[in-house]
């Protein structure tokens, strides 16, 4: 495999990452109702945990409402349980087979607590990127002591690895910036 698809594929980690902190950003409630809100909730059904879209069609009906209406009637308290149970501060209503979860607007604390959320998720996914980088770094030493690069060859793919890892630092504050906005936005 050459050096330039080597990189190539480093960059692919990098990006795999970025798409990570996008799903786990999408998670986080910032006072408005959004069906990804639920993505994270697993349900205990037919033996084992499964996601809550697996076994029920999440919708918004409302800005503050979700609906969660469950396929199969048997499941239905284990939808409310596994939601009452989550981590979303949440308190939902049952209704034949529709769960109705209200989504209370967030108060200052909340919204200062789940900002330290976003800003702790963003320094694990930049130490994911800087890992990304230095197993490319480490790469490139290998290749230059085994004289499969020149000295030039290294400098340059470095820097280039570099850039790539600033690229994906900047577009993690961007992101990391935009959701702040949108928790603090009342």
Not at 63 to 71: G, I, N, R, Y
Request: aromatic share 2%; no cysteine; net charge positive.
């Amino acid at each position: 495999m050459s050096t330039n698809s080597k990189l190539i594929s480093f960059e692919a980690k990098m990006q795999n990452t970025i798409q990570s902190l996008t799903q786990d950003l999408s998670t986080i409630r910032t006072g408005r109702a959004h069906v990804s809100m639920l993505d994270l909730i697993k349900v205990e059904v037919y033996g084992q945990k499964m996601p809550i879209n697996q076994v029920a069609t999440i919708s918004t009906p409302e800005s503050q409402l979700l609906t969660v209406q469950v396929w199969d009637a048997a499941n239905v308290k284990f939808v409310d349980k596994a939601l009452r149970e989550s981590d979303l501060n949440i308190n939902p209503t049952v209704d034949g087979q529709i769960v109705r979860v209200p989504v209370p607007k967030l108060s200052e604390e909340r919204r200062l607590d789940l900002i330290k959320i976003v800003k702790n998720q963003s320094e694990k996914i930049k130490i994911s990127i800087r890992n990304i980088r230095r197993e490319g770094m480490d790469l490139l030493k290998n290749l230059l002591k085994n004289k499969d690069i020149s000295e030039d060859d290294n400098a340059k793919l470095s820097n280039e690895l570099q850039q790539i890892t600033d690229k994906f630092i900047n577009e993690v504050d961007k992101k990391i910036s935009e959701k702040e906005q949108e928790i603090i936005k009342v």
